[in-house]
């Protein structure tokens, strides 16, 4: 059976969603995010697309996290 093209989208849409957030959470260990503006930023980045992309509120990473 040749599955449905909005099927195969489906989980095209499915795989990429995962892959950004395996990058989320290596990005959000630490020796990561918190080594500088620029890798904290790109987390909040991430962060920011996961939340829009599963319809939930953001968790950024602030400087005060960098600190401890």
Known sequence: MIP???DV???I???RIFTVEKMRVIQGT???WNIS???RGFYNG???AMAIL???NTNYKNVEDMKK
């Open 4 to 6: 449905k093209w909005a």
């Open 9 to 11: 989208r489906k989980g």
């Open 30 to 32: 630490d020796g990561n």
């Open 37 to 39: 503006e620029y890798m």
């Open 13 to 15: 849409l499915l795989r």
């Open 46 to 48: 991430l962060e920011l």
């Open 54 to 56: 599963m319809d939930r």
